[in-house]
Protein backbone atom coordinates (compact mmCIF):
# COMPACT_ATOMS: atom_id res chain seq x y z
CA UNK A 1 0.00 0.00 0.00
CA UNK A 2 1.03 3.54 -0.81
CA UNK A 3 2.06 6.10 2.06
CA UNK A 4 2.47 9.29 2.52
CA UNK A 5 4.87 10.64 4.82
CA UNK A 6 3.87 13.48 6.63
CA UNK A 7 5.84 16.70 5.63
CA UNK A 8 4.84 18.47 9.52
CA UNK A 9 3.36 18.09 12.58
CA UNK A 10 0.05 19.35 11.88
CA UNK A 11 -0.86 16.58 9.40
CA UNK A 12 0.11 14.27 12.55
CA UNK A 13 -1.55 15.49 15.61
CA UNK A 14 -4.83 15.78 16.07
CA UNK A 15 -6.17 19.31 16.31
CA UNK A 16 -10.05 20.21 17.51
CA UNK A 17 -12.30 21.66 14.66
CA UNK A 18 -11.78 25.10 16.63
CA UNK A 19 -8.01 25.32 16.53
CA UNK A 20 -8.02 24.01 12.51
CA UNK A 21 -10.75 27.25 12.03
CA UNK A 22 -8.39 28.90 14.03
CA UNK A 23 -5.20 28.37 11.67
CA UNK A 24 -7.36 28.78 8.99
CA UNK A 25 -8.44 32.10 10.06
CA UNK A 26 -4.89 33.49 10.56
CA UNK A 27 -3.79 32.10 7.17
CA UNK A 28 -6.05 33.55 5.24
CA UNK A 29 -5.59 37.00 6.97
CA UNK A 30 -2.14 36.84 7.92
CA UNK A 31 -2.21 37.79 11.21
CA UNK A 32 0.88 35.48 12.61
CA UNK A 33 3.31 36.63 10.08
CA UNK A 34 5.59 38.32 12.77
CA UNK A 35 5.99 36.56 16.30
CA UNK A 36 3.02 36.40 18.34
CA UNK A 37 3.15 38.03 21.66
CA UNK A 38 2.51 37.10 25.06
CA UNK A 39 2.44 33.80 23.62
CA UNK A 40 3.83 30.61 26.10
CA UNK A 41 5.75 28.32 24.41
CA UNK A 42 5.79 26.02 27.72
CA UNK A 43 3.07 22.82 27.54
CA UNK A 44 1.84 23.93 30.94
CA UNK A 45 0.68 27.48 30.44
CA UNK A 46 -0.49 27.09 27.27
CA UNK A 47 -3.85 28.49 26.29
CA UNK A 48 -6.28 27.55 23.36
CA UNK A 49 -4.29 30.53 21.12
CA UNK A 50 -1.26 29.21 21.99
CA UNK A 51 -1.73 25.86 20.69
CA UNK A 52 -3.58 27.13 17.64
CA UNK A 53 -0.45 29.08 16.75
CA UNK A 54 1.83 25.85 17.38
CA UNK A 55 -0.56 24.50 14.64
CA UNK A 56 -0.01 27.52 12.35
CA UNK A 57 3.31 27.73 12.39
CA UNK A 58 4.56 23.93 12.30
CA UNK A 59 3.42 24.23 8.60
CA UNK A 60 4.14 27.74 8.17
CA UNK A 61 7.20 28.94 10.17
CA UNK A 62 7.70 32.27 11.23
CA UNK A 63 10.45 34.24 9.47
CA UNK A 64 10.25 37.47 10.56
CA UNK A 65 11.93 38.77 14.14
CA UNK A 66 10.75 41.14 16.87
CA UNK A 67 11.04 44.68 16.32
CA UNK A 68 15.49 45.14 16.82
CA UNK A 69 16.54 41.70 17.04
CA UNK A 70 18.23 41.33 14.00
CA UNK A 71 20.18 44.74 14.68
CA UNK A 72 21.59 42.71 17.70
CA UNK A 73 21.67 39.78 16.48
CA UNK A 74 24.42 40.43 13.36
CA UNK A 75 26.13 43.53 14.98
CA UNK A 76 28.79 41.08 14.09
CA UNK A 77 29.94 38.27 11.82
CA UNK A 78 31.82 35.44 12.28
CA UNK A 79 35.31 36.96 11.27
CA UNK A 80 35.18 39.00 14.79
CA UNK A 81 36.17 34.99 16.14
CA UNK A 82 39.83 34.91 16.04
CA UNK A 83 42.66 34.86 18.74
CA UNK A 84 44.20 38.42 20.40
CA UNK A 85 46.67 39.77 18.99
CA UNK A 86 50.13 38.46 21.75
CA UNK A 87 48.36 35.67 22.60
CA UNK A 88 50.28 32.64 23.24
CA UNK A 89 48.80 29.52 22.62
CA UNK A 90 49.82 26.32 24.62
CA UNK A 91 46.99 23.97 23.52
CA UNK A 92 43.98 23.25 21.44
CA UNK A 93 40.94 21.19 20.93
CA UNK A 94 37.79 20.64 19.06
CA UNK A 95 34.56 20.93 19.69
CA UNK A 96 31.86 19.62 17.48
CA UNK A 97 27.75 20.92 18.60
CA UNK A 98 24.64 20.11 17.16
CA UNK A 99 20.84 20.49 17.64
CA UNK A 100 17.99 17.55 18.53
CA UNK A 101 17.92 13.91 18.44
CA UNK A 102 14.54 12.78 18.36
CA UNK A 103 13.29 9.43 17.55
CA UNK A 104 11.30 7.77 14.41
CA UNK A 105 9.86 5.11 14.02
CA UNK A 106 11.57 2.26 12.11
CA UNK A 107 14.95 4.79 12.57
CA UNK A 108 16.49 1.61 14.26
CA UNK A 109 17.23 0.35 10.42
CA UNK A 110 19.10 3.73 9.08
CA UNK A 111 21.74 2.54 11.96
CA UNK A 112 25.14 3.39 10.85
CA UNK A 113 23.64 5.06 7.48
CA UNK A 114 22.35 8.01 9.49
CA UNK A 115 25.44 9.72 9.84
CA UNK A 116 27.19 8.24 6.89
CA UNK A 117 27.68 11.38 4.87
CA UNK A 118 28.58 14.08 8.10
CA UNK A 119 30.42 11.23 10.39
CA UNK A 120 33.33 13.36 10.48
CA UNK A 121 31.69 16.84 10.98
CA UNK A 122 30.36 15.11 14.14
CA UNK A 123 32.59 12.64 15.68
CA UNK A 124 36.04 13.48 14.09
CA UNK A 125 36.14 15.92 17.08
CA UNK A 126 37.54 15.74 20.70
CA UNK A 127 34.53 16.52 21.89
CA UNK A 128 31.04 15.69 20.16
CA UNK A 129 27.77 17.13 21.43
CA UNK A 130 24.39 16.90 20.81
CA UNK A 131 20.55 17.19 22.52
CA UNK A 132 19.54 13.50 23.08
CA UNK A 133 15.28 13.53 23.23
CA UNK A 134 14.00 10.48 23.15
CA UNK A 135 13.93 8.84 26.83
CA UNK A 136 15.04 5.10 26.45
CA UNK A 137 12.42 2.10 27.26
CA UNK A 138 11.60 -1.45 26.36
CA UNK A 139 10.40 -2.02 22.79
CA UNK A 140 7.21 -3.05 23.64
CA UNK A 141 7.08 0.21 26.32
CA UNK A 142 7.92 2.56 23.36
CA UNK A 143 4.74 0.59 21.53
CA UNK A 144 2.40 0.95 24.06
CA UNK A 145 3.39 5.03 24.50
CA UNK A 146 3.31 5.68 20.82
CA UNK A 147 0.39 4.08 19.96
CA UNK A 148 -0.73 5.10 16.89
CA UNK A 149 2.64 7.94 16.47
CA UNK A 150 -0.61 10.65 17.23
CA UNK A 151 1.43 11.16 20.28
CA UNK A 152 3.96 14.08 21.08
CA UNK A 153 5.52 11.90 23.07
CA UNK A 154 9.24 11.10 21.84
CA UNK A 155 10.26 8.44 23.30
CA UNK A 156 12.42 5.73 21.65
CA UNK A 157 13.51 1.75 22.02
CA UNK A 158 17.45 0.65 22.72
CA UNK A 159 18.22 0.16 18.84
CA UNK A 160 16.75 3.60 18.02
CA UNK A 161 18.91 4.85 20.74
CA UNK A 162 21.66 3.06 19.01
CA UNK A 163 21.07 4.72 16.06
CA UNK A 164 20.87 7.94 16.95
CA UNK A 165 23.97 8.66 19.32
CA UNK A 166 26.37 6.50 17.34
CA UNK A 167 28.08 5.31 14.03
CA UNK A 168 30.43 2.42 13.32
CA UNK A 169 31.54 2.63 16.92
CA UNK A 170 31.96 6.30 17.20
CA UNK A 171 29.52 7.79 19.90
CA UNK A 172 28.66 11.43 20.57
CA UNK A 173 30.76 12.47 23.71
CA UNK A 174 28.21 14.76 25.41
CA UNK A 175 24.62 14.35 25.43
CA UNK A 176 22.10 16.41 26.97
CA UNK A 177 19.07 15.14 27.91
CA UNK A 178 17.49 18.25 30.30
CA UNK A 179 15.12 18.94 27.77
CA UNK A 180 11.13 18.89 27.83
CA UNK A 181 10.08 15.44 26.90
CA UNK A 182 12.81 13.66 29.37
CA UNK A 183 9.99 13.03 31.50
CA UNK A 184 8.06 11.68 29.25
CA UNK A 185 8.07 8.17 30.40
CA UNK A 186 8.68 9.42 33.93
CA UNK A 187 11.74 8.98 36.30
CA UNK A 188 12.00 5.10 34.73
CA UNK A 189 12.70 6.84 31.24
CA UNK A 190 15.51 9.02 33.34
CA UNK A 191 17.41 5.99 34.72
CA UNK A 192 16.89 3.68 31.88
CA UNK A 193 18.09 6.58 29.52
CA UNK A 194 20.95 7.27 31.58
CA UNK A 195 21.92 4.04 31.98
CA UNK A 196 22.24 3.23 28.14
CA UNK A 197 24.79 6.36 27.69
CA UNK A 198 26.63 5.23 30.76
CA UNK A 199 26.78 1.60 28.81
CA UNK A 200 27.89 2.92 25.63
CA UNK A 201 30.71 5.75 27.29
CA UNK A 202 28.38 8.83 26.99
CA UNK A 203 27.98 11.25 29.22
CA UNK A 204 24.95 12.65 30.16
CA UNK A 205 24.18 16.35 31.21
CA UNK A 206 21.38 17.62 33.07
CA UNK A 207 19.79 14.66 35.04
CA UNK A 208 21.78 14.59 38.26
CA UNK A 209 21.84 11.35 40.03
CA UNK A 210 21.14 12.28 43.65
CA UNK A 211 20.20 15.51 44.88
CA UNK A 212 24.37 16.25 45.78
CA UNK A 213 24.14 16.74 42.04
CA UNK A 214 21.67 19.14 41.50
CA UNK A 215 23.19 22.38 40.65
CA UNK A 216 26.62 21.35 39.88
CA UNK A 217 28.06 21.57 36.19
CA UNK A 218 29.48 18.37 34.58
CA UNK A 219 33.46 18.50 34.14
CA UNK A 220 35.77 17.08 31.64
CA UNK A 221 38.86 17.79 30.10
CA UNK A 222 40.50 16.74 26.94
CA UNK A 223 44.19 18.29 25.49
CA UNK A 224 44.85 20.36 28.49
CA UNK A 225 41.53 22.45 28.31
CA UNK A 226 39.35 21.79 31.61
CA UNK A 227 35.60 21.94 30.06
CA UNK A 228 32.63 22.79 32.03
CA UNK A 229 29.03 21.76 31.12
CA UNK A 230 26.24 23.10 32.02
CA UNK A 231 22.50 23.25 31.45
CA UNK A 232 18.81 23.98 31.72
CA UNK A 233 15.45 23.33 30.24
CA UNK A 234 12.60 26.10 30.11
CA UNK A 235 10.27 23.31 30.95
CA UNK A 236 9.45 19.28 31.56
CA UNK A 237 5.81 19.15 28.97
CA UNK A 238 3.54 19.74 32.27
CA UNK A 239 4.86 16.92 33.94
CA UNK A 240 5.85 17.11 37.34
CA UNK A 241 8.76 16.12 39.87
CA UNK A 242 7.64 16.06 43.22
CA UNK A 243 8.92 15.19 46.87
CA UNK A 244 12.18 14.13 46.68
CA UNK A 245 12.30 13.86 42.89
CA UNK A 246 12.72 17.24 42.48
CA UNK A 247 16.29 17.19 41.65
CA UNK A 248 16.47 14.91 38.88
CA UNK A 249 16.08 17.15 35.95
CA UNK A 250 17.45 20.96 35.42
CA UNK A 251 14.86 23.12 34.76
CA UNK A 252 14.05 26.48 35.74
CA UNK A 253 11.52 29.03 34.70
CA UNK A 254 13.34 30.61 31.31
CA UNK A 255 10.57 31.76 29.49
CA UNK A 256 7.44 31.79 31.52
CA UNK A 257 4.51 34.30 30.52
CA UNK A 258 3.70 34.22 34.05
CA UNK A 259 7.48 35.11 36.11
CA UNK A 260 10.43 36.97 35.14
CA UNK A 261 13.34 34.52 33.55
CA UNK A 262 15.04 32.52 36.85
CA UNK A 263 18.81 32.22 36.49
CA UNK A 264 19.49 30.86 39.90
CA UNK A 265 19.97 27.33 38.50
CA UNK A 266 22.28 28.29 35.54
CA UNK A 267 24.27 30.79 37.73
CA UNK A 268 24.85 28.20 40.49
CA UNK A 269 25.77 25.80 37.92
CA UNK A 270 28.74 28.45 36.76
CA UNK A 271 29.92 29.69 39.87
CA UNK A 272 30.62 25.50 40.33
CA UNK A 273 33.03 25.78 36.87
CA UNK A 274 34.52 28.70 38.35
CA UNK A 275 35.05 26.59 41.61
CA UNK A 276 36.66 23.99 39.88
CA UNK A 277 38.81 26.16 37.77
CA UNK A 278 37.19 25.41 34.37
CA UNK A 279 38.81 27.08 31.55
CA UNK A 280 35.59 27.21 29.17
CA UNK A 281 31.88 27.49 30.13
CA UNK A 282 29.05 25.79 28.01
CA UNK A 283 25.53 25.83 28.56
CA UNK A 284 23.29 24.10 27.26
CA UNK A 285 20.13 25.47 26.86
CA UNK A 286 16.93 23.88 26.04
CA UNK A 287 14.63 27.00 25.06
CA UNK A 288 13.16 29.21 22.44
CA UNK A 289 9.69 29.20 20.65
CA UNK A 290 9.08 26.56 17.95
CA UNK A 291 9.21 27.11 14.26
CA UNK A 292 10.15 30.81 14.60
CA UNK A 293 13.66 31.53 12.98
CA UNK A 294 14.52 33.96 15.23
CA UNK A 295 14.88 34.16 18.91
CA UNK A 296 12.81 36.69 20.97
CA UNK A 297 14.23 39.93 22.52
CA UNK A 298 14.03 38.48 25.99
CA UNK A 299 16.22 35.44 25.05
CA UNK A 300 18.68 37.90 23.21
CA UNK A 301 18.98 39.76 27.36
CA UNK A 302 19.11 36.39 29.02
CA UNK A 303 22.17 35.03 26.80
CA UNK A 304 23.95 38.36 26.90
CA UNK A 305 23.72 38.24 31.06
CA UNK A 306 24.75 34.21 31.33
CA UNK A 307 27.96 35.06 29.02
CA UNK A 308 28.74 38.02 31.14
CA UNK A 309 28.71 35.90 34.21
CA UNK A 310 30.98 33.43 32.47
CA UNK A 311 29.56 31.31 30.08
CA UNK A 312 31.53 30.82 26.95
CA UNK A 313 29.58 29.52 24.60
CA UNK A 314 25.54 28.83 24.24
CA UNK A 315 24.03 25.98 22.73
CA UNK A 316 20.74 26.19 22.31
CA UNK A 317 17.81 23.76 21.06
CA UNK A 318 14.38 23.20 20.87
CA UNK A 319 12.75 25.26 18.06
CA UNK A 320 12.92 22.44 15.68
CA UNK A 321 14.48 25.11 12.96
CA UNK A 322 17.82 26.74 12.73
CA UNK A 323 18.19 30.22 14.43
CA UNK A 324 21.01 32.82 14.00
CA UNK A 325 24.68 32.38 15.76
CA UNK A 326 25.23 35.53 17.61
CA UNK A 327 29.15 37.12 18.09
CA UNK A 328 28.78 38.90 21.25
CA UNK A 329 32.25 40.69 22.21
CA UNK A 330 31.98 40.14 26.12
CA UNK A 331 32.52 43.27 28.79
CA UNK A 332 34.37 41.04 31.29
CA UNK A 333 36.94 40.54 28.84
CA UNK A 334 37.35 42.69 26.10
CA UNK A 335 38.98 39.91 23.62
CA UNK A 336 36.24 37.72 24.39
CA UNK A 337 33.80 36.54 21.61
CA UNK A 338 31.55 35.25 23.21
CA UNK A 339 29.13 32.44 20.47
CA UNK A 340 25.22 31.97 21.28
CA UNK A 341 23.79 29.58 18.84
CA UNK A 342 19.88 30.14 19.41
CA UNK A 343 18.55 26.87 17.65
CA UNK A 344 21.07 24.59 16.25
CA UNK A 345 17.93 22.80 15.05
CA UNK A 346 16.69 19.01 14.79
CA UNK A 347 19.08 16.83 13.72
CA UNK A 348 16.43 13.69 13.57
CA UNK A 349 12.87 14.21 14.17
CA UNK A 350 9.92 12.30 12.73
CA UNK A 351 9.42 11.82 8.65
CA UNK A 352 8.47 15.06 8.54
CA UNK A 353 9.86 16.47 5.10
CA UNK A 354 8.96 20.22 5.08
CA UNK A 355 12.68 22.29 4.09
CA UNK A 356 12.23 24.17 7.72
CA UNK A 357 12.19 20.95 9.96
CA UNK A 358 15.13 18.70 7.81
CA UNK A 359 17.59 21.66 7.99
CA UNK A 360 19.73 21.67 10.78
CA UNK A 361 22.92 23.08 12.00
CA UNK A 362 26.16 21.68 12.84
CA UNK A 363 29.27 23.79 14.64
CA UNK A 364 33.09 22.64 14.51
CA UNK A 365 34.72 24.87 16.85
CA UNK A 366 38.53 24.98 17.46
CA UNK A 367 39.29 26.42 21.09
CA UNK A 368 42.79 27.78 22.28
CA UNK A 369 44.31 27.53 25.87
CA UNK A 370 46.97 30.04 26.07
CA UNK A 371 47.98 33.39 28.00
CA UNK A 372 48.31 37.17 27.33
CA UNK A 373 50.10 39.33 29.43
CA UNK A 374 50.59 36.64 32.02
CA UNK A 375 46.93 35.82 32.23
CA UNK A 376 45.84 32.51 31.52
CA UNK A 377 42.68 32.59 29.01
CA UNK A 378 40.90 29.82 26.82
CA UNK A 379 39.18 31.61 23.33
CA UNK A 380 37.47 30.32 20.34
CA UNK A 381 40.02 30.43 17.91
CA UNK A 382 37.47 29.45 15.10
CA UNK A 383 34.16 28.54 14.22
CA UNK A 384 32.82 26.92 11.57
CA UNK A 385 28.52 26.69 10.77
CA UNK A 386 27.77 23.50 8.64
CA UNK A 387 24.31 23.52 7.47
CA UNK A 388 22.69 19.78 6.98
CA UNK A 389 19.56 18.28 6.22
CA UNK A 390 17.40 15.30 6.70
CA UNK A 391 17.07 13.16 3.37
CA UNK A 392 14.26 10.56 3.68
CA UNK A 393 13.23 7.90 1.26
CA UNK A 394 12.33 4.55 0.99
CA UNK A 395 13.82 1.12 0.18
CA UNK A 396 11.96 -1.87 -0.30
CA UNK A 397 9.16 0.51 1.46
CA UNK A 398 11.06 1.04 4.61
CA UNK A 399 11.61 4.54 5.29
CA UNK A 400 15.17 5.21 5.47
CA UNK A 401 17.20 8.53 6.82
CA UNK A 402 20.33 10.45 6.34
CA UNK A 403 21.84 13.44 7.09
CA UNK A 404 23.23 15.50 4.10
CA UNK A 405 25.67 18.80 4.37
CA UNK A 406 23.90 21.24 2.32
CA UNK A 407 26.88 22.68 0.17
CA UNK A 408 26.90 19.14 -1.24
CA UNK A 409 23.65 19.80 -3.21
CA UNK A 410 23.50 23.49 -4.10
CA UNK A 411 24.39 22.36 -7.46
CA UNK A 412 21.03 20.76 -7.91
CA UNK A 413 19.41 23.90 -7.29
CA UNK A 414 19.38 24.13 -11.25
CA UNK A 415 19.53 20.93 -12.45
CA UNK A 416 17.46 18.25 -10.81
CA UNK A 417 13.86 17.61 -9.07
CA UNK A 418 14.77 18.59 -5.39
CA UNK A 419 15.48 21.80 -6.96
CA UNK A 420 12.75 23.60 -4.75
CA UNK A 421 13.69 22.06 -1.77
CA UNK A 422 17.50 22.76 -1.41
CA UNK A 423 17.16 26.11 -2.88
CA UNK A 424 14.60 27.12 -0.14
CA UNK A 425 17.19 25.71 2.71
CA UNK A 426 19.75 27.79 1.33
CA UNK A 427 17.18 30.56 1.79
CA UNK A 428 16.39 29.92 5.11
CA UNK A 429 20.63 29.60 5.93
CA UNK A 430 21.11 32.75 4.43
CA UNK A 431 18.17 34.45 6.45
CA UNK A 432 19.29 33.49 9.82
CA UNK A 433 22.57 34.76 8.35
CA UNK A 434 21.68 38.00 7.92
CA UNK A 435 21.73 37.90 4.38
CA UNK A 436 18.95 37.27 2.47
CA UNK A 437 19.89 37.49 -1.56
CA UNK A 438 18.08 39.19 -4.09
CA UNK A 439 15.89 36.74 -5.76
CA UNK A 440 14.12 36.57 -1.67
CA UNK A 441 13.87 40.40 -1.88
CA UNK A 442 12.37 40.41 -5.12
CA UNK A 443 9.38 38.57 -4.22
CA UNK A 444 6.91 41.12 -3.45
CA UNK A 445 7.47 40.98 0.56
CA UNK A 446 10.51 43.27 1.51
CA UNK A 447 10.24 45.10 4.91
CA UNK A 448 9.51 48.81 4.84
CA UNK A 449 12.23 51.28 4.23
CA UNK A 450 15.29 51.78 6.65
CA UNK A 451 14.19 48.13 7.89
CA UNK A 452 17.32 46.00 7.92
CA UNK A 453 17.58 43.79 4.57
CA UNK A 454 17.93 40.39 7.77
CA UNK A 455 14.43 41.29 8.91
CA UNK A 456 12.92 40.83 5.69
CA UNK A 457 9.80 39.26 5.27
CA UNK A 458 10.34 36.29 2.92
CA UNK A 459 6.58 35.69 1.98
CA UNK A 460 6.76 33.06 -0.19
CA UNK A 461 8.30 30.68 1.79
CA UNK A 462 6.09 30.93 4.92
CA UNK A 463 3.34 30.31 2.08
CA UNK A 464 4.19 27.10 0.29
CA UNK A 465 6.59 25.65 3.23
CA UNK A 466 3.73 22.93 3.31
CA UNK A 467 3.25 22.39 -0.74
CA UNK A 468 7.08 20.06 -0.10
CA UNK A 469 6.78 17.17 -3.03
CA UNK A 470 5.39 14.15 -1.00
CA UNK A 471 7.71 11.49 -0.08
CA UNK A 472 5.94 8.17 -0.71
CA UNK A 473 6.28 4.65 1.19
CA UNK A 474 5.17 1.54 -0.39
Known sequence: MLRRLPTNPAEVFRASARTRAAVRCA???RLWDRPLQDVATDLEEMRFIDMAY???KSARPIIRAEKNVSEVLFLRDKSAVKLPEKFRSVASMTLSASGDLIQADGLECSKDFLFENVASALFDADISFANYESPVAEEEVVRKAIGDGRTAMMCCSFAQYAALTGHRGKHFTVLNAANNHILDLGTEGVEATRRAMTQTGVI???????????????????????????????????????????????????????????????????????????????ASIHWGYEFEFFP???????AHSLIEEGVDLILGHHPHVIQPLEYYRTKRDPDRIGVIAYSLGSLTWGWYTAPHLVLSMVLNIKLSKGSKNGARRTYIESIKPIPVFRSIFCDGGTPLMRLEKLEDHLDECASSPPAARIGRMKEYVDLVSGKPDKQILSRGHAAAAGESSARTVIGTLAAGACREPAVWCR
Open 204 to 282: DIGTPRHPGEYGRANILARNQIKIGFISATFGLNANQLTGGETFRVHAAKLLSRHVPTDLALLKKQIEDCKKQGCDFVI
Open 54 to 56: WFY
Open 296 to 302: RYRQIET
Open 27 to 29: TWL
